[in-house]
Nanobody
Framework: QVQLVESGGGLVQAGGSLRLSCAAS????????MGWFRQAPGKEREFVAG????????SYADSVKGRFTISRDNAKNTMYLQLNSLKPEDTAVYYC????????????????WGQGTQVTVSS
């Protein structure tokens, strides 16, 4: 079992920045590929970014490429998502998730989920 807890969400103006954190506990953090997902009201949960076990490989949704940066610190059992140049359409609940193997975009392939943190971007 892996327990995941997100933090760092909040209300920010368009063009602003936030840094989300995902703290993991339980099994060895470095065993898991990690992903960030988001879900806006009335929409399906969508992949935002993923990072490999070591952090050496990352992937992003086209909608956030160049604005968001995913990273992880295995010594601190923590993953991060730096959100820059935020837009109102980035408003959503952001979730972190863990899975064995490699990162994929399909949320149903992930085994463990956090409770989510709300990001609201005002125009």
């Amino acid at each position: 079992q892996v327990q995941l807890v997100e933090s760092g969400g909040g209300l920010v103006q368009a063009g602003g920045s936030l840094r989300l954190s995902c703290a993991a506990s339980g099994r060895t953090f470095s065993w898991y590929a990690m992903g960030w997902f988001r879900q806006a009201p009335g929409k399906e949960r969508e992949f935002v970014a993923g990072i490999s076990l070591s952090g050496g490989s990352t992937s992003y949704a086209d909608s956030v490429k160049g604005r968001f940066t995913i990273s992880r610190d295995n010594a601190k059992n923590t993953m991060y998502l730096q959100l820059n140049s935020l837009k109102p359409e980035d408003t959503a609940v952001y979730y972190c998730a863990a899975k064995t193997g490699t990162t994929v975009v399909a949320p149903e392939r992930y085994d463990y989920w956090g409770q989510g943190t709300q990001v609201t971007v005002s125009s």
